[in-house]
């Protein structure tokens, strides 16, 4: 594990693993609060002295949380929960302890690399514990506890068949029967409910740690991790999602035009919010399920991943080394042994994991993995990408000091994979020989579409969740309204509703992995911005002149050589110069979302104008 940040990569571990700490009763760290406690003026050489012990001892400890939550994360059981839990609190304890230090050294005239590195000690905590020893075990077991909750999740029907998270997400993107869409739906969201105490709990004591930090909040502490001030980056994201809120309103207008089409007034309404269990996907958050619905007759590519996987042969591990495949084109070096031999790529039977797809770096090295329940589908292709782009960030940075072992910010280490997929087009898929003939443009809206389905839709969920959050940890949002409050932004920012009456004794945060996980998902709105701006930039090295949707830079190794050089920065300098680095700007920026997605824009604008739509909700 590490820093908070770094725990990102591997996105369910990490929640755990960010988690800082206080002090715990162990005696090593005993020691080290009395040795650094002083009442004079600290010095330059005092300052350096107290970073590098930091980082060695986080360093060391980040190994062994990574291997306990490993073997939870693979084994859920109460002893395997009892003992991640252990681990987790002795580096909750150890990571608060470190922060609190660093404040005494804030005023020192460090040199830059040593002033970052105290700045990231101070506020990369995602779970920050109290300084009270039984506060913070309280803390470490109760994230523990709502993993497992997730981890161990399953919906049993009448006929008693009892279903994980993944075998329930496939119905919910398979079915087109609105009765079982809606039992699977209310009945995953089951899981949550006796969520709702322990979440609470935690969010009590995080924000008391916060506080003991000097943070306002919670959330003043998950907004501080982004080279700006808090309130700055809350106003970046209103800035970067009014530049697609038009695009996400007109292809909302559409999809529900279309839906009202196919199952009629009674299931979803011409106008309003649509119903959240007829999207495809357990929360609403990709629709790319809903293609074939809603997708136009005369512009349809005429082909399907899924099929062409299965069509070609193509099981979970070829899965994963075609993705590798990509990869080594760029010019990286091909994935361990280890990575092979140890990672999760299939589901067992046998017993409970926490089949939410993650990336893992368990020696801070080499010893990269995968965690993935995966399904033979083209989704699932996109993910397995999206994984092993964390891998290759995490041995990118290798030889950085554990501290900036890191992306840029989170939305980065998100964005690789994501990058990388957006080049799976279908020039690329004939070249690996998965599609005989590449459609011609007169397919172009078809393919935005499907791409829009899942990237556009995606964005207003990847920013609401954190509002939500951020609402919560700030008490802005009460325990009593924790789910009204859910549902009044899944409204606001998304235009979906609930499909049936929600009370209070529900608890439909819960039934999201990164809730119970503690995984900050912020990160995904922005990675879903920064993967527009890093194609547009590598297609543009790689010296593509076509229109970029049909842009790939497979083969492209200046490309990859230019992508490799931020990878290595990690989190060493502020974010904006590794934005820098390859997109020659400072900013995020959603123009290159517009641009992508231009033609459909027009397109969509005009389904909506001739079927006399109105839009909005
Ligand atoms: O959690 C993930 C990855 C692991 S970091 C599979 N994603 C978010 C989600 O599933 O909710 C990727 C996209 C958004
Ligand atoms: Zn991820």
New binding site residues.
């Given amino acids: 594990m590490m820093l908070p940040s770094k725990l990102t990569l591997v996105?369910a571990a990490i929640a755990l693993s960010l988690v800082s700490t206080a002090c715990s009763n162990n005696k090593e760290n005993s020691d080290q609060g009395q040795i650094e406690n002083h009442s004079e003026k600290p010095t330059i050489a005092e300052a350096k002295a107290f970073i590098n012990s930091a980082e060695a001892e986080l360093a060391a400890i980040s190994i062994e949380q990574n291997r306990a939550e490993w073997i939870y994360s693979n084994f859920i059981t109460d002893d395997t929960a009892a003992l991640s839990a252990k681990v987790a609190e002795k580096q909750i304890a150890t990571s608060v302890q470190f922060a609190t230090q660093a404040a005494q050294y804030a005023e020192l005239p460090l040199d830059e690399v040593n002033k970052r590195k105290l700045n990231i000690l101070r506020s990369s905590l995602v779970l920050p514990a109290p300084l009270d020893p039984a506060k913070n075990a309280e803390l470490a077991k109760i994230s523990s506890e709502l993993n497992g909750l997730y981890g161990k999740g399953k919906y049993c029907f009448e006929d008693g068949r009892c279903l994980t998270q993944p075998e329930l997400s496939a119905i919910m993107g398979e079915s087109a029967d609105p009765a079982l869409l809606l039992e699977v739906w209310q009945g995953w969201r089951e899981i949550a409910k006796p969520m709702r105490p322990l979440f609470e709990r935690e969010v009590e004591l995080a924000n008391e740690g916060a506080k003991d930090l000097g943070y306002a909040t919670l959330s003043e502490l998950w907004r501080s991790q982004y080279d700006m001030q808090p309130d700055e980056f809350s106003a970046e994201l209103d800035r970067l999602w009014g530049q697609v809120q038009p695009l996400y309103e007109s292809l909302h207008c559409y999809v529900r035009g279309e839906l009202n089409q196919k199952y009629g007034d009674n299931v979803v309404a011409e106008q309003g919010p649509i119903p959240a269990h007829l999207l495809g996907n357990m929360w609403a958050?990709q629709w790319g399920n809903v293609y074939n619905t809603v997708a136009p007759d005369n512009a349809d590519p005429g082909y399907d991943v899924t099929e062409l996987l299965a069509q070609h042969g193509y099981d979970e591990i070829k899965m994963v080394q075609q993705a590798e495949q990509f990869f080594s084109s760029l010019g990286f070096e091909p994935l361990p042994e280890t990575f092979w031999q140890r990672s999760l790529f299939v589901q067992p039977q046998d017993r409970d994991v926490v089949c939410?797809?993650?990336a893992w770096d368990l020696d801070n090295l080499d010893d990269i993995r995968i965690k993935m329940c995966i399904q033979k589908t083209a989704e699932d292709f996109t993910?397995i990408h999206?994984?092993l782009g964390?891998n290759y960030y995490q041995r990118a940075y290798k030889s950085q000091p554990f501290i900036f072992k890191n992306s840029a910010n989170d939305g980065f280490h998100?964005a690789i994979g994501d990058t990388i997929a957006l080049s799976i087009t279908p020039s690329y898929l004939k070249q690996i020989g998965l599609l005989d003939e590449v459609p011609d443009a007169s397919k172009d809206i078809g393919l935005l579409l499907k791409q829009a389905l899942d990237k556009v839709a995606?964005m207003p969920f990847?920013l609401m969740i954190d509002q939500w959050r951020w609402k919560v940890f700030s008490g802005e949002i009460q325990p009593q309204d924790y789910n009204k409050a859910w549902w009044e932004l899944r409204q606001k920012y998304q235009g979906v509703m609930a499909p049936t009456e929600r009370n209070e004794t529900d608890f439909d945060p819960g039934a999201?992995?990164?809730v119970p996980g503690n995984v900050p998902y912020t990160r995904?709105f922005l990675a879903h911005i920064l993967q527009f701006q890093f194609h547009k930039a590598l297609c543009d090295i790689a010296g593509n002149e076509g229109p970029v949707h049909r842009c790939s830079i497979y083969g492209n190794e200046q490309a990859g050589a230019k992508l490799n050089t931020m990878l290595e920065m990690g989190q060493s300098q502020p974010w904006p110069q590794a934005l820098a680095v390859v997109t020659g700007k400072e900013q995020m920026d959603a123009s290159a979302v517009l641009d992508y997605f231009a033609p459909l824009q027009t397109w969509l604008d005009e389904q909506n104008q001739n079927a006399n739509r109105q839009c909005g909700w």
């Fill in positions: 996105s958050q939410h797809a993650s993910v999206h994984e964390h998100e995606f990847g999201k992995y990164h995904y």
